[in-house]
């Protein structure tokens, strides 16, 4: 059984990576994984293509998970 520290809803900071000083509420754990969804951290940009004719193509904010060991507990 693998076990995260942090849990939903409890607020972190990033300690590593593009977004190293942030701070936010964790929406969502996958232990399984070793990942968490933090509120504002992880946004990426996805190109979607016209899926119909006469639709235009956009881009996308999408957030993606990131991995545990970079987050903190703020206390």
């Not at 399984?32 to 933090?38: A, P």
């Not at 996805?46 to 990131?66: C, L, N, S, T």
């Amino acid at each position: 059984m693998n076990t995260l520290h942090v849990k939903k809803g409890d607020t972190v900071t990033i300690r590593s990576g593009e977004d190293k000083g942030k701070s936010g509420k964790v929406t969502a754990t996958f232990p399984k994984l070793g990942l968490v969804l933090v509120e504002g951290v992880g946004i990426h940009k996805k190109h979607q293509k016209p899926r119909k004719e006469g639709q235009r193509g956009q881009i996308v904010d999408k957030q993606q998970p990131i991995h545990v060991s970079k987050v903190n507990l703020k206390k």
